[in-house]
């Protein structure tokens, strides 16, 4: 992922800035506080201590994961607001350096505590001639990228985030991956409890975090039965698993189709690619009309053109970029970082008569923080227009 090899590059300009600067105090024979050292010592070194700390333990476990992503906010906050005021100390604007170091604590405290968990509703109307007019005005409800393993205050979290949903009345929800985090004991049941007081009917697929791709000890636990326990979960709090295929949604006489793309696990160490080579679509589309609107549920949004390609996607829901969990929006328009490494990463997107709408997701990985890209919950009403 972009973070970890920025990461690194950033500690070390840290320790190199605070080697200097500590060893120029000493030249000025300027008293240099032990503890002060000692601070900016362990801080840089976390971007070292955390790849290390992977190299021991046996498995990413819950509580391990949890740990690094806390780590990460921690030396976000120390370091970068310090690496801002040596710049600007060094073009002899100290004061300067100091507002703006200041500022970019203080929005990092912003991210990890409201921006984390403050749910915005995004209400979006997708108009098609195709759709039929018996779906003119039928509400859907997308959720993505709860990650629960990572969720810092379950409770409180997720009972918002069900609220937002009932609110919206939809008629149907769909989850489009990455329920958990690491494995499928993180959907606990506490966390079954909070999402079965999802009123509407409920589909999923699965993203890269569900299939387990993170398990290091996959002999305690393998990849495919963490997997399995997962759907089997989902089912049983009366979510439907759409695992590679397309079931037909009836209303006012009319029909069309709704198909669930799954993760594939192959693609475990290419999902940021910008190009993808999906192999289950056949399955997904397997004697689907291509008459019939379609709407398709699938994590990655790297494979929408491959979907429109094969005549389906009228509307098509993804997650997994996250908007990176930081987003800056200016004039109507936004950044992230995300888009070095996606050419559709945030939002909405037309083309040829088709949408793909990219969920920013609720939870969090790397680090406990979103800025600018807030936990999402979208709405989407279908309209049928000439």
């Known amino acids: 992922m972009l973070l970890f090899l920025v990461i690194p590059l950033l500690g070390a300009a840290a320790i190199l800035a605070d080697v200097l600067r500590f060893r120029r105090l000493r030249l000025q024979h300027r008293p240099v506080a032990p503890l002060r050292m000692l601070w900016c010592g362990v801080t840089d070194l976390i971007p070292v201590a955390v790849p290390l700390a992977g190299l021991v333990v046996s498995d ?67 108009c098609s001639p195709r759709l039929p007019a018996g779906f003119d005005g039928m509400r859907i409800v997308q959720l993505s990228d709860m990650h629960l393993g990572t969720i810092v205050s379950p409770e409180r979290e997720l009972t918002r985030i069900v609220d937002s949903v009932n609110a919206m009345r939809p008629e149907l929800v769909i989850f489009t991956g990455d329920l958990v985090n690491i494995r499928a004991s993180e959907l606990d049941g506490q966390a079954v409890r909070l999402l079965r007081r999802i009123e509407a009917p409920v589909v999923s697929v699965t993203g890269n975090h569900d299939v387990g791709s993170y398990i290091k000890d996959t ?23 759409l695992d590679d295929e397309t079931l037909y949604l009836h209303r006012g006489g009319d029909s069309i189709s709704l198909s669930g793309v799954s993760f594939d696990p192959a693609l475990r160490k290419q999902r940021h690619d910008s190009e993808l080579e999906a192999t289950n679509l056949d399955r997904v589309y397997a004697g689907v009309p291509d008459s019939l609107y379609n709407l398709t549920a699938v994590h990655l949004p790297q494979l929408w053109e491959q979907i429109t390609a094969r005549g389906y996607g009228d509307l098509t829901l993804a997650g997994h970029v996250h908007a990176m969990q930081f987003k800056v929006r200016l004039f109507g328009r936004a950044w992230s970082p995300a888009a070095w490494l996606y050419e559709r990463w945030s939002g909405r997107y037309d083309e040829q008569g088709r949408t793909l709408y990219i969920n920013d997701g609720t939870g969090y990985v790397a680090y406990p923080m979103r800025l600018g890209a807030w936990p999402e919950v979208t709405l989407f009403t279908l309209k049928r227009c000439e």
């Open 219 to 241: 002999v305690s636990l393998p990849r495919e039965r963490s997997l399995a326990d997962l759907l089997a979960a989902q089912r049983a709090m009366g979510w439907r698993v």
């Open 60 to 126: 990413n476990t819950t509580g391990y994961m949890a740990a690094v992503m806390w780590l990460v906010w921690i030396w976000m906050l120390t370091v970068l607001p310090r690496l801002v005021y040596y710049i600007f100390r060094l073009l002899h604007l100290r004061r300067t350096g100091i507002v703006l170091a200041c500022g970019i604590a203080a929005a990092l405290i912003w991210g990890a505590t409201l921006g984390r968990t403050d749910v915005h509703v995004s209400r979006v109307e997708v």
